[in-house]
C-alpha cells in the first residue's frame, strides 16, 4: 500500500508541474485520476491544400512553416502545448 501512495504523490506532483508551465493553466490535470504517461515534442507541418496553406485546429499560429511542439500523454488526454 505504501508503493502506491508515493506513486500517486509522485503523479499528483508531475501534474501540477505540468499544469503550472501551461500559460493559462489546466484543470483537467489537476484530477487524481489523471496519470501521466509520457512526454516529447513533435514537428506539426503545415498542411497544403493546392499551393494553400490551410490553418488546423492546432494551426491557431498561421504556421508558415514547420513549428515544434511540445506534447503531454495521460491516462485520459493528449495535451499540444506550444513553446513561449
Not at 505540468?18 to 487524481?32: A, H, K, S, V, Y
Amino acid at each position: 500500500i505504501m508503493h502506491d501512495e508515493v506513486s500517486e504523490t509522485e503523479n499528483i506532483r508531475k501534474n501540477l508541474a505540468i499544469e503550472r508551465m501551461i500559460i493559462e493553466g489546466c484543470e483537467i490535470l489537476l484530477e487524481t485520476s489523471q496519470t501521466f504517461v509520457r512526454q516529447g515534442s513533435l514537428i506539426q507541418v503545415p498542411m497544403s491544400e493546392k499551393g494553400k496553406i490551410t490553418r488546423g485546429r492546432l494551426g491557431s499560429l498561421s504556421l508558415k512553416k514547420e513549428g515544434e511542439r511540445q506534447c503531454f500523454l495521460f491516462s485520459k488526454h493528449l495535451i499540444i502545448c506550444t513553446r513561449g
